[in-house]
Every structure is written in structure tokens, then in C-alpha cells.
């Protein structure tokens, strides 16, 4: 599709922290595994404003709601997002958070 924006996202570390990242952040499935914005920071059901204004507030955008698994090697997990806009700015600075160096 045109004109959408390819983000990546790297997180590094000990093998137990990248587990502890997919835990609190990701949805395994089978053979993929997808960091999902509703886990992090779930949506309420009828959030003040709309969906949208409230996708926008929260995340950062409201136009895709997971990265998939582009890379997974020891220590490094690398995740892809194809959206309309860039990367979900609010989602990204707020998810080390629980995870200081």
C-alpha cells in the first residue's frame, strides 16, 4: 500500500527481560508473536471523545494496532508495524517504563 511508513522496533537485552517484555506487552500465537498497544494500555469501552481520539491520545495513532516479529535472535527481539502514519510515538516512550537500565 502506498505511502505507509515501515517502523521498527529493537528491544535488547537478557533472554529473561525480552521474556518479561513479550509477557507484559506481546500476544503469542502459534508462530508469531505481536506486541499489542491493548495489552500495554487497554482501551476503555467506551472511551471520553471516541476510539479514535482516545488511540490518539494514548498510543499515538489509531491506524494499526500491533507490531509483528521481524527478527528474534539471543538477546535482541526486533518487531515491524506498516502504518499510514509514523511510529506510535506515545505507545514507544511510555513501554520501557517498567523496564529501567
Not at 487497554?42 to 500491533?66: F, I, L, S, Y
Given at each position: 500500500?502506498?505511502?505507509?511508513?515501515?517502523?521498527?522496533?529493537?528491544?535488547?537485552?537478557?533472554?529473561?527481560?525480552?521474556?518479561?517484555f513479550?509477557?507484559?506487552?506481546?500476544?503469542?500465537?502459534?508462530d508469531t508473536?505481536?506486541?499489542?498497544?491493548g495489552?500495554?494500555?487497554?482501551?476503555?469501552?467506551?472511551?471520553?471523545?471516541g476510539?479514535?481520539?482516545?488511540?490518539?491520545?494514548h498510543?499515538?495513532?489509531a491506524?494499526?494496532?500491533?507490531?509483528?516479529?521481524?527478527?528474534?535472535?539471543?538477546?535482541?527481539?526486533?518487531?515491524?508495524?506498516?502504518?499510514?502514519?509514523?511510529?506510535?510515538w506515545?505507545?514507544?516512550?511510555?513501554?520501557?517504563?517498567?523496564f529501567p537500565?
Amino acid at each position: 500500500m502506498s505511502n505507509f511508513v515501515h517502523n521498527l522496533l529493537t528491544v535488547t537485552g537478557k533472554q529473561a527481560e525480552i521474556g518479561a517484555f513479550i509477557q507484559r506487552f506481546c500476544v503469542e500465537q502459534e508462530d508469531t508473536i505481536e506486541l499489542s498497544y491493548g495489552k500495554a494500555l487497554p482501551m476503555p469501552r467506551a472511551p471520553r471523545g471516541g476510539q479514535v481520539a482516545w488511540a490518539n491520545k494514548h498510543w499515538g495513532t489509531a491506524d494499526a494496532e500491533t507490531f509483528i516479529v521481524e527478527e528474534r535472535e539471543d538477546g535482541r527481539l526486533t518487531l515491524a508495524l506498516q502504518a499510514p502514519t509514523p511510529r506510535p510515538w506515545r505507545f514507544t516512550r511510555s513501554t520501557p517504563k517498567p523496564f529501567p537500565r
